[in-house]
C-alpha cells in the first residue's frame, strides 16, 4: 500500500534559526496536505498542493511539491517559540476513494 | 459554528470491554474519517465515509472494529473485547470537499486499555 515517509523524526533549532522537514511517498500523488499538531492538541490544516513543483509561502514557511508528485517540503524561515509543534505531511490517491497517508511527522523543538 | 466534537475525551478501560467512540463532525460536512494515532505516530487510517456508507474500511485492524454513521452525520466507532494494543488517541476528521481538501480535526478521544 502507499507508504510516506518523513524525515527527520526531531529537529531542535534555536530560536532564529531555519527549519525543514521532508516528505517521500512511494507512490504519486494526487496532491499533499501539511498539518501542525501543537503538543496535546490534534492536527491542524496549514496547506494543499496540487500541482507538480508548486510553491506556496505563509510569512515565514514555504511548501514545494516535488516535479513528480512523490516529494515534498516545508521550510521554515527564523524560527521562533510559537512554531514548536509536529509537522505532519498528508498524501492522497485520487481515484476512488481519496484516503489521505499521513507521514509520522517531524516535531520541532526551539530553544529560545 | 462548531468544529468537530468527539466524546468522550477520555476513556479508560478494563481489557476485554467494549467500547464506543462518538464523533459529530462539522455540519454539512459528507466525508468523514476516523484515525488512530499512538504516541509519536502519525494519524493510521481506519475508515472513511462518505454520507452514510462507508466508502472504505480497509484501515480497520480487525472485526473487533466497526463504525457506523446512520443519518450522514455523527458516526460511532465500535470497539468490541478491547485489548491493551488499542490504547490509542482516537481521531475524527470531517471534510465538506467531497474528501478530496482540508480535513477538520476533532479533538480526539484518548482510550486507555489497562
Known amino acids: 500500500g502507499q507508504q510516506v515517509m518523513q524525515i527527520p523524526q526531531y529537529q531542535h533549532v534555536q530560536e532564529g534559526e531555519d527549519f525543514t522537514t521532508y516528505c517521500n511517498s512511494s507512490?504519486?500523488?494526487?496532491?499533499i496536505q501539511w498539518y501542525k499538531q501543537r503538543p496535546g492538541g490534534h492536527p491542524v490544516f496549514l496547506i494543499q498542493l496540487v500541482k507538480s513543483g508548486e510553491v506556496k509561502k505563509q510569512k515565514r514557511l514555504t511548501f514545494q511539491f516535488g516535479e513528480a508528485k512523490k516529494n515534498s517540503s516545508l521550510h521554515i524561515t527564523a524560527t521562533q517559540t510559537t512554531d514548536v509543534g509536529t509537522y505532519f505531511c498528508?498524501?492522497?490517491?485520487?481515484?476512488?476513494?481519496?484516503?489521505?497517508?499521513f507521514g509520522r511527522g517531524t516535531s520541532l523543538i526551539v530553544h529560545p | 459554528g462548531a468544529g468537530v466534537s468527539q466524546t468522550p475525551s477520555n476513556k479508560v478501560t478494563e481489557k476485554g470491554k467494549y467500547v464506543e467512540l462518538r464523533c459529530d463532525p462539522i455540519?454539512?460536512?459528507?466525508?468523514l474519517y476516523w484515525y488512530r494515532q499512538s504516541l509519536g505516530q502519525g494519524p493510521e487510517f481506519l475508515i472513511y465515509?462518505?454520507?452514510?456508507?462507508?466508502?472504505?474500511d480497509s484501515g480497520l485492524p480487525n472485526d473487533r472494529f466497526f463504525a457506523v454513521r446512520p443519518e450522514g452525520s455523527v458516526s460511532t466507532l465500535k470497539i468490541q473485547r478491547t485489548e491493551r494494543g488499542d490504547s490509542a488517541v482516537y481521531l475524527c476528521?470531517?471534510?465538506?470537499?467531497?474528501?478530496?481538501?482540508?480535513?477538520?480535526f476533532g479533538e480526539g478521544s484518548r482510550l486507555t486499555v489497562l
Open positions: 455540519s454539512g460536512h459528507t466525508a
Open positions: 498528508a498524501g492522497g490517491v485520487r481515484g476512488g476513494s481519496y484516503i489521505p497517508t
Open positions: 507512490t504519486t500523488l494526487s496532491n
Open positions: 476528521a470531517s471534510s465538506g470537499q467531497g474528501g478530496t481538501g482540508e480535513l477538520f
Open positions: 465515509f462518505q454520507g452514510t456508507g462507508a466508502a472504505d
